[in-house]
């Protein structure tokens, strides 16, 4: 079993900063891609940044230059630093983790967090 638990989410002023942490623990071989992912009230769920296990990173053009993805694959953690938050950053944000099994490596299972809310005052 795999579980994906997030944490750090608040109530923050517009300009101010958040980091979000995301930790998948249980029977684990590896972990492809990482990613973190926001769903607005009446919006779909939208790609905020990912992370392979190589360093390569991926973001959304709305977040480039204000937030940062990283990764400690030692503890299959995965980070997100959000600065010069703004209201429209407001969601919840949700931590996916893409795990390879034991014995089942050619198979990528999607894992998601329970979510974490991110709500920015003006």
């Known amino acids: 079993q795999v579980q994906v638990v997030e944490s750090g989410g608040g109530l923050v002023q517009a300009g101010g900063a958040l980091r979000l942490s995301c930790a998948a623990s249980g029977s684990i071989f590896s972990i492809d891609v990482m990613g973190w992912y926001r769903q607005a009230p009446g919006e779909q769920r939208e790609l905020v940044a990912a992370i392979t296990s190589g360093g390569s990173t991926n973001y959304a053009d709305s977040v480039k230059g204000q937030f940062t993805i990283s990764r400690d694959n030692a503890k299959n953690t995965v980070y997100l630093q959000m600065n010069s938050l703004k209201p429209e950053d407001t969601a919840v944000y949700y931590c996916?983790?893409?795990?390879?099994?034991?014995?089942?490596?050619?198979?990528?299972?999607?894992?998601w967090g329970q979510g974490t809310q991110v709500t920015v005052s003006s």
């Open positions: 996916n983790a893409d795990v390879i099994l034991p014995g089942a490596l050619r198979v990528i299972n999607h894992y």
